[in-house]
């Protein structure tokens, strides 16, 4: 008899050394799952009906939102799949549900370009007011982050596990391991952006000897998301900045920025390393400056002598 508990370990099992998902994405499945079996009083898989399966659907579209209830039905939909496909179960409840909900539309937040370089130079002004080589070197390390984010775009997780031979500061590449094992070179077109690199680079040299990684805390370890998110808070509230600002809105300003400076869009879907165009498509909003402009000089009404 396999029970639910059996069926999720070997499906989260069979994810790790045969699928080789990433460590988030098999975070959410553990997340997803257990929430599952937690909620789902039957103990044996193959008796998990259809009916008990919409009512689980149900209860996450009452406690969720829209994406996170998505995400966890497609969590729970992988494993009935993978059951079906090693003939564990006879049928697929899900085969008779019919999964149809509108996702509200959520324009990507973005930072002022303005406030952008507002928080550069506040980096940069710490920088060179820094009384101490713990703060010179720590600030250093901050501005090198921030920089990067802005520049190339990456995910968070793509620079928080950069690796230093990913990082080619001669021909101004990096290297990036996106999302499903993807990888993207991308060019560093800021000589700005080069050199604080290089500085880093060169200032953290002893301290990255015990770790690969590019980017590494004041011990030698490898520097964590949660740390770069602590240090954009500290940056915001010296600047004075009141928008509330996160590592992925970098990468929001980024591909909005190429957007609005007609980049085509299939170039900018290759940098930030998405699967599909659908996805960057989100980006295709027409920002407030631009329609302001669109709609000065394209509309017929500045034609007419009324």
Known sequence: MNTTKECIENYLEYCTSQKRLDAKTL????IDLRQFSEQNPCNTIAKITSDSLEQYIAHLHRH???KTAKRKIASVK?????LEYR???DNNPFNKIRIRFREPAILPKTIPLHTVELFLSTIYKQYKTAKTPYQKQNTLRDAAVAELLFATGMRISELCSLKVNDVNLCDGTILIYGKGSRERRLLIGSEAVLHILAEYSENF??????????FVNCSGNPLSDQAVRRMINKYTSLASIEQHITPHMFRHTFATSLLDADVDIRYIQEMLGHSSINITEIYTHVSMAKQRNILATKHPRKDFQV
């Open 87 to 89: 003939e564990i179960i």
């Open 78 to 82: 992988a494993l009935f799949h993978y």
């Open 205 to 214: 040299r002893d301290k990255r000897q015990s770790c690969s990684n590019f």
């Open 27 to 30: 975070k959410a499945y553990h």
């Open 64 to 66: 969720y939102k829209p």
